[in-house]
Nanobody, 126 residues
Framework: QVQLVESGGGLVQAGDSLKLSCAMSGRTISSYRMAWFRQTPGKERAFVAAVSRNSQTTVYTDSVRGRSTISRDSAKNTVYLQMNNLKPEDTAVYYC???????????????????WGQGTQVTVSS
């Protein structure tokens, strides 16, 4: 059974950086495609970034591309999301997710991901 635990969120000012972490237990993270999503009150969970098993392929939503980096460390069984130049509109609960699928493009919809963490709050003040 896959368990995911996010950390690294917090209250920051616009322009600051944060690095979110998501530690997997129960399985080996190299068996999964990994992604980050975010959610604000009253809205659906939105895709942020995804990374392939071998880290060779990454996908980002337009609003974070160029200022965020998703990465993974198999030795630590952890996936990361480095976010720079944070903006107030980045305020959300951030979730990591695991996709066990073997083929096709990286998924950008929440329904494609089988396992989720509990989320970590990121608040960016202006």
């Amino acid at each position: 059974q896959v368990q995911l635990v996010e950390s690294g969120g917090g209250l920051v000012q616009a322009g600051d950086s944060l690095k979110l972490s998501c530690a997997m237990s129960g399985r080996t993270i190299s068996s999964y495609r990994m992604a980050w999503f975010r959610q604000t009150p009253g809205k659906e969970r939105a895709f942020v970034a995804a990374v392939s098993r071998n880290s060779q392929t990454t996908v980002y939503t337009d609003s974070v591309r160029g200022r965020s980096t998703i990465s993974r460390d198999s030795a630590k069984n952890t996936v990361y999301l480095q976010m720079n130049n944070l903006k107030p509109e980045d305020t959300a609960v951030y979730y990591c997710a695991a996709d066990p699928s073997l083929f096709g493009n990286l998924r950008t919809t929440a329904v494609a991901y089988a396992s989720w963490g509990q989320g970590t709050q990121v608040t960016v003040s202006s």
